[in-house]
C-alpha cells in the first residue's frame, strides 16, 4: 500500500495557522540520549539511556512534577503528539508540564519511531494497532507499567493514570481507553477519531473527511476490545469547528461511542444521551475563539464525560503555546480543561 504525505495534508493546516498571524516555532529536536530540552527528562530505567518499548523501538520523555515528593503516589498523564510532532515539540506546544508543576503529576510523552511512521503518525487506522497486547497500544501500555513498577525519580498511583493525544495521538488515545480500561482510568481525545473507525489508510482518510460511517458498530468494538477488563472509562473530547484535517463530526462520534461503550460495560450507571448533557455553558477567551463546554454526570453526579467544542479552532490543541507546533493560543486551555476533567474522575471514579 503506498504511504500517504501526511506531510503535505498538515502543511496545509500549518498555513491556516501562519495566516492567522501565529508563527510557527522553531523545530526542537527529540534527543537520541537521556537528557532534553524545556525541563524533559529521558526515561531510563536503570542503564542504556532512552528506553525501548518491545519490539518497536519507540522512545519516550517523561517530567516529573518540580517538588513532588518521590515516595508519595502520583498520577500520570500519558500524553501523545500528532502526526509530524515529537515528544519534545508537543511537550512544548501544550504547556503540559506547566500544568503538572502546578498540580503535581507525572507526564509522560511516548514518541513514535519514524521506521513505523515516517512521518510520526501513530497508526491508528490499522488492525495490528488496535488489540491488547498487540502492536503501538501494546508498546504505550508496557512503558506505562515499567514506569509505575521501576522508577526512581517519583511514585506514580496505578489508580490515577491518564491518557492524553492529538491528533492520530487523540484515535491512539481512544484505543488505549478501549484495549485498556483496566490501565487507564480516563481519556482525553484532541481532535482524534473513534476507536476502529478505520482499518486501512484509504478508509483513515474517509473518516477524517467525513466521520464513521457507523457508531453503533464501533461502540460494540469497543466494548469488545474491553474484554474481561470492561469498566466505564470516562472520556473528554475537544474540537474545533474550522478543523479541516479531522472533521468535527468526529468529536460527537468519539463521544457517542465512548458513551455507547460505557453503558455496554455498565447498563446500570450509564445511559448518556448525547443530545442531553447534564449541563452546558458558553464563553469565550478575551480577544479569542468561543467555545461552548456540554458535560454529562452519572446518577450519583460524577463526572463522565465532557465535550469541548471550540469556535473557529482548526487542527490545533487549543490555547496552546503562541507559534507552538499546531497550537491556537486563542482558544480556551485544552490542557487545564483535560487536567481539570481527570482530577474530578480521580475524586470521584465511575462504579461498575
Known amino acids: ?10 502543511a496545509s493546516n500549518r498555513a491556516t495557522i501562519a ?28 542503564r542504556g539511556g532512552l528506553p525501548k518499548l518491545g519490539r518497536s523501538g519507540h522512545q519516550a520523555l517523561i517530567h516529573v512534577a518540580r517538588g513532588l515528593d518521590p515516595s508519595t503516589p502520583a498520577p500520570l498523564v500519558c500524553m501523545l503528539h500528532g502526526c509530524t510532532q515529537d515528544p519534545a515539540t508537543f511537550a512544548a506546544s501544550t504547556l503540559m508540564n506547566d500544568a503538572a508543576d502546578r498540580h503535581g503529576f507525572v507526564v509522560l510523552y511516548p514518541g513514535q519511531n519514524r521506521g513505523d ?57 481512544a484505543i488505549l481507553a478501549a484495549c485498556y480500561p483496566d490501565l487507564f482510568a480516563a481519556v482525553a481525545v484532541h481532535s482524534g477519531l473513534p476507536y476502529n473507525s478505520a482499518t ?29 477488563h470492561a469498566r466505564p472509562v470516562p472520556s473528554i473530547v475537544i474540537h474545533g469547528t ?82 507552538g507546533s499546531y497550537t491556537d493560543p486563542r482558544g480556551p486551555s485544552a490542557t487545564e480543561a483535560i487536567w481539570a476533567f481527570f482530577a474530578l474522575t480521580a475524586a470521584d471514579p465511575p462504579r461498575v
Open 1 to 10: 500500500m503506498p504511504r500517504a504525505d501526511w506531510r503535505e495534508l498538515y
Open 200 to 228: 486501512s489508510m484509504s478508509s483513515a482518510f474517509d473518516v477524517m473527511a467525513s466521520g464513521a460511517a457507523d457508531a453503533d458498530a464501533h461502540a460494540r468494538a469497543a466494548r469488545a476490545a474491553m474484554g474481561d
Open 242 to 323: 474550522a478543523d479541516r484535517i479531522v472533521a468535527p463530526a468526529n468529536a460527537i462520534n468519539v463521544l457517542r461511542q465512548s458513551m455507547a461503550a460505557n453503558h455496554l460495560a455498565a447498563p446500570e450507571s450509564c445511559d448518556h444521551d448525547v443530545a442531553r448533557p447534564t449541563s452546558s455553558r458558553s464563553g469565550k477567551v478575551d480577544g479569542g475563539h468561543a467555545y461552548t463546554q456540554s458535560r454529562w454526570t452519572d446518577g450519583r453526579g460524577a463526572p463522565m464525560h465532557e465535550l469541548l467544542e471550540v469556535d473557529g479552532l482548526g487542527h490545533a490543541w487549543s490555547g496552546g503555546a503562541a507559534g
Open 117 to 173: 511512521n515516517p512521518q510520526g503518525c501513530w497508526n491508528w487506522f490499522l488492525p495490528e494497532h488496535q488489540r491488547r497486547e498487540r502492536g503501538e497500544p501494546a508498546a504505550i501500555a508496557g512503558l506505562v507499567r515499567d514506569l509505575i513498577e521501576t522508577s526512581s525519580d517519583c511514585t506514580v498511583d496505578g489508580g490515577r493514570v491518564f491518557a492524553a493525544g492529538l491528533s492520530s495521538g487523540g484515535a491512539m488515545a
Open 19 to 46: 495566516r492567522a498571524g501565529i508563527a510557527p516555532a522553531e523545530a526542537i529536536s527529540f534527543p537520541s540520549r537521556a537528557g532534553a530540552p524545556n525541563g524533559l527528562r529521558a526515561v531510563a530505567p536503570g
